[in-house]
């Protein structure tokens, strides 16, 4: 199966996320994932929903990793893995207000992870893309910023003309010849945890009182771009969405939008009359 996921061009995350799947399984029945009957896969998967209740994320990855197995490593053809869809989640992301942000940052004291968070959020960054962030991915001419994004696609993002400086000012005083933006003294580059329990941190110390993470710098950037005017077509090229479906998610978390729509429509409604 590692052979398998590796020929089809996984990523090396996805593959242990996979491997983790079929694990999983032989671990619930004490026994080797190929000797499994199709029932004894079909009731893992009753046991995954209805007894652990597990999240919608959850069970897609270990739909994907076991059906790879099942499918393309081991060849059998089982319509049990048709019949599996896990319930959409229909929890709206939190959002910060650019002030929110600001309070936030104030808290982080070391001027590498306050770097790579005002990276991440001016520039709507997966944490995974920012952390990884070479010198050379700066293009200072143009103000684009070349991000390695998820499954292996590049793309170039706006760099604001404020976090271009900023960035200037930081590598003359912090810069490294590690090559990475913001280098551990491993030589490589920054953890994600490390600048996740940093953000935390952060957030606990100040007076925002929502439950946020790293990620919810890369949500409100996007919705403040919505709420701005910009057009969700280019939001979703900008940050990196495979589908338009995925960035629609921010047309119902702004109040901007909201209020903006109410105030067209009194515009354009008739004047009715009973």
Known sequence: MME????????PKTQKSYIDAV????????????????DEVRQFFLHLINKRKAAKSTVTIYLCGIKFFYETTLKR??????????????????VLTTDEVLIILKEIKSPLYRMALIIIYACGLRISEA?????????GKRCLLKVHGKGSKDRYVPLPDCPLDLLRSYYQEHGT??????????????????????FKKAIRQSSVNKIASVHTLRHSY???????????????????HSSIVTTDVYTHVT???????????????????L
């Open 222 to 240: 996007a919705t403040l771009l919505l709420e701005n005017g910009e057009d969700i077509r280019v939001i979703k090229d900008i940050i990196g």
């Open 255 to 273: 109040g901007k939008l909201t209020t903006r729509l109410h105030v067209n429509l009194n515009k354009i409604m008739p004047k009715f009359q």
């Open 131 to 139: 952390v990884c962030l070479k010198t050379t991915d700066i293009d």
């Open 77 to 94: 053809d089982w319509k049990i893995f048709d019949l599996v869809r896990p319930l959409r989640s229909k929890r709206l992301p939190v």
């Open 4 to 11: 398998d996921l590796a020929l089809a061009g996984y990523s």
């Open 177 to 198: 010849g590690t090559g990475y933006l913001f280098p551990h003294k491993d030589g490589g580059h920054i953890y994600k945890d490390t600048l996740q329990v940093a």
């Open 23 to 38: 694990r999983g399984l032989a671990k619930h029945y004490m026994r080797p994932p190929d000797k499994l009957s199709e």
